[in-house]
């Protein structure tokens, strides 16, 4: 089964720059909303950010506002994380999830299912 699939992670100087990528279905980018999360070892997992079928973004945690944004590229199907300034504490495994269910806005960060496999984000020196 294909919903969402994730790429893009890995291995990041601190203040460096890394974009990830979820490529899902047109079905899913026009009816659903699509977040990023995150999960640290050790943490707990975290919305980070979602882009709504309407086209405006939410950012879900300070800590990334201002260097992460959410876009989209309808003709990939593909929603991208571009990721800037990354720190050390920005390591995790990334995941993208849809929307629980159709919807033109972004839901809270429980509100999602149907994730990815996830990918690895690495920032060290």
């Known amino acids: 089964q294909f919903e969402l699939k994730e790429s893009g992670g890995g291995l990041v100087q601190p203040g460096g720059s890394l974009t990830l990528s979820c490529t899902t279905s047109k079905s899913t980018l026009d009816h659903y909303a699509i977040g990023w999360f995150r999960q640290a070892p050790g943490k707990e997992r975290e919305g980070v950010s979602c882009?709504?079928?309407?086209?405006?973004?939410?950012t879900y945690i300070d800590s990334v506002k201002g260097r992460f944004t959410i876009s989209k590229d309808n003709l990939k199907n593909t929603v991208y994380l571009q990721m800037n300034s990354l720190k050390t504490d920005d390591t995790a495994v990334y995941y993208c999830?849809?929307?629980?269910?159709?919807?033109?806005?972004?839901?809270?960060?429980?509100?999602?299912?149907?994730w990815g496999q996830g990918t690895q984000v690495t920032v060290s020196s």
């Open positions: 999830a849809k929307s629980l269910r159709t919807m033109l806005g972004c839901p809270l960060p429980r509100e999602f299912g149907a």
């Open positions: 882009l709504a079928v309407s086209g405006v973004p939410t």
